[in-house]
Nanobody
Framework: QVQVVESGGGLVQPGGSLRLSCAAS????????MGWYRQAPGKQRELVAT??????NYADSVKGRFTISRDNGKNVVYLQMNSLKAEDTAVYYC???????????????WGQGTQVTVSS
């Protein structure tokens, strides 16, 4: 069993900051990629940021405002969001691509999502 759990969402005013956290746990042999996606009402889920041992990627819409970081020892990924805008309002989902210990298969896992609302 593998669990991916997010925390840190909430309501923030435009221009404010918020930090999301995500922890992966369970039968994990190694994690290849961790990251964040988001889905706004009526829109498709979109990439926000991902990080691996070789690269870090950001959506153009968040570059310079959001920072993704990872604590490899704890299988935790963070998303520091600064200068938040109303258009950042969405449900944010944590993503992990990992190899399971019991079958050594590469699989994708998602968290349950955390709501981020940017409003005055």
């Amino acid at each position: 069993q593998v669990q991916v759990v997010e925390s840190g969402g909430g309501l923030v005013q435009p221009g404010g900051s918020l930090r999301l956290s995500c922890a992966a746990s369970g039968s994990i042999f190694s994690i290849k990629v961790m990251g964040w996606y988001r889905q706004a009402p009526g829109k498709q889920r979109e990439l926000v940021a991902t990080t691996s041992s070789s690269s870090t990627n950001y959506a153009d819409s968040v570059k310079g405002r959001f920072t993704i970081s990872r604590d490899n020892g704890k299988n935790v990924v963070y998303l520091q969001m600064n200068s938040l805008k109303a258009e950042d309002t969405a449900v944010y989902y944590c993503y992990a691509q990992l190899i399971r210990t019991y079958d050594r298969r590469l699989r994708d896992y998602w968290g349950q999502g955390t709501q981020v609302t940017v409003s005055s």
